[in-house]
């Protein structure tokens, strides 16, 4: 049976965080789920389209429990201040991302795709870690999960995946930097699941000190979406060819041709964060529309790659001082 979000069990007394909570495929998940009563944080930039995102739900559901959360995820400090928020989290969906724009460094010195797609959900990742590990003694195995949007254009990279000594791909193309941000989301994930998916992994990783809580478990997916009927192909740059393709992608997403609804969008991923139906075996597992496991590149694959990624960041968020 194909998953919709009617199946989805009573979320009442359980915490989420939706990333880009403020439009398209985010906003539609983070309605569904405060439709099925959880407690659910919009993280967002904007405060005026925040609000207006959480007055939205609230017109379709009066008794919806959904409040607003700043940070830019152009901006790593701000990221770091909104993950102390919250100190009981059983959901985390780093939904928020931009699509093939042009080359730009953010005030942190990293590409701008690679930094708001990438480094900025790793480093709230990391720093709800300790909270959603504590959350996760006191609940049944799974019920603490952590996803993370990619998308299938993370095999529209270079043969060598992601290359540590050009991060920002200078020498590259707008869709090639959006793949490595994608490709990265994927490898993230799947080095999530190494070291903190299970008991044991917590237990013998001493990166982030929870005490002595060993218990529960934490399933992580990272997922493609579909190509939605949203805005997010609206700043693509580059050649001429890649700004005409990118204009017509973007036109056939918002017909019944190729593209999902905004709502439709948003199931495989409300699958992953609350479904009952997404079980232990699914745990690291790389969806598609709707709700079905799949298989990535190989380069999403690669376990040193995964590793390799996983140490430079950390290195670099602590050469910056935000872990």
Do not use: C
């Amino acid at each position: 049976m194909v998953f919709t979000p009617e199946s989805l069990p009573n979320l009442e007394g359980m915490v989420y965080l939706v990333t880009g909570g403020n439009a398209g495929i985010g906003f539609h998940t983070a309605l569904q789920l405060a439709a099925h009563h959880a407690k659910v944080y919009l993280g967002t930039r904007s405060k005026v389209k925040g609000e207006a995102a959480i007055q939205q739900i609230k017109n379709q559901q009066p008794d919806a429990e959904v409040y607003l959360l700043e940070m830019d995820m152009t901006k790593l400090r701000s990221v770091v201040a909104a993950a102390e928020q919250e100190k009981h989290l059983h959901g985390l969906v780093n939904n928020a991302g931009v699509m093939a724009t042009p080359f730009e460094k953010t005030a942190d010195g990293y590409e701008s795709q690679f930094q708001i797609n990438y480094i900025s959900h790793w480093l709230l990742t990391y720093h709800l870690l300790p909270t959603m590990i504590e959350t996760a003694t006191d609940t049944s195995p799974g019920v603490v999960r952590i996803v993370n949007v990619a998308s299938n254009a993370h095999m529209n990279v270079p043969s060598f995946g992601i290359d540590f000594q050009d991060i920002d791909q200078v020498s590259g193309g707008p869709v090639s930097r959006y793949g490595s941000s994608k490709l990265a989301n994927i490898l993230h994930t799947n080095e999530l699941v190494k070291r903190y998916g299970t008991p044991t992994a917590r237990s013998i990783d001493n990166a982030i000190s929870v005490g002595n809580h060993v218990n529960g478990e934490i399933w992580m997916a990272s997922l493609h979406p579909g190509m939605a009927k949203t805005n997010l192909l609206s700043g693509a740059t580059g050649s001429l060819f890649v700004r005409i393709a990118a204009g017509l992608l973007s036109a056939l997403s918002k017909t019944s041709l190729i593209g999902l609804s905004p709502e439709k969008a948003a199931y495989t991923q409300l699958f992953a964060v609350a479904s009952q139906d997404f079980t232990r075996d699914m745990n690291g597992a790389y969806l598609e529309p709707i709700a079905q496991v799949a298989k990535p590149s190989k380069l999403a694959e690669n376990t040193q790659l995964a590793k390799d990624l996983w140490e430079w960041t950390e290195n670099e968020m602590k050469m910056g001082g935000f872990i």
